[in-house]
């Protein structure tokens, strides 16, 4: 595979050549592909912690288990300051 960068990315990638961390454009391409991965991993997670996130809260709202929005504001207030009056 070949790829032809637009010169922004060129000018990064000299960057980094000059700073000395890498040894070639190959090193500079391949450490940002892993941060890609790891970014993609991240997201994934935090994806995956709000569905089900969202499946407590809908599971709980069907067996009528729920707050009324300004009572749920009151609460999470009031325990943040218990939490961080310290």
């Known amino acids: 595979m070949q790829v032809i960068l ?19 454009e190959i090193a500079v391409i ?3 592909i892993e941060l890609l ?15 089900q996130a969202a499946q407590i809260g809908l599971d709980a709202s ?4 729920v707050v009324e929005g300004n009572i749920a504001i009151e ?6 300051k218990s939490r961080y009056s310290k």
Not at 62 to 65: D, L, N, S, T, V
């Open 62 to 65: 069907q067996r009528g288990e």
């Open 6 to 24: 637009p010169p922004e990315l060129e000018l990064i990638v000299s960057r980094q050549l000059t700073s000395g961390k890498y040894l070639d």
């Open 37 to 51: 991965e790891q970014q993609e991993d991240i997201y994934q997670g935090k994806l995956g912690e709000l569905r």
């Open 75 to 80: 609460q999470i207030r009031a325990n943040l």
């Open 30 to 32: 391949r450490a940002a």
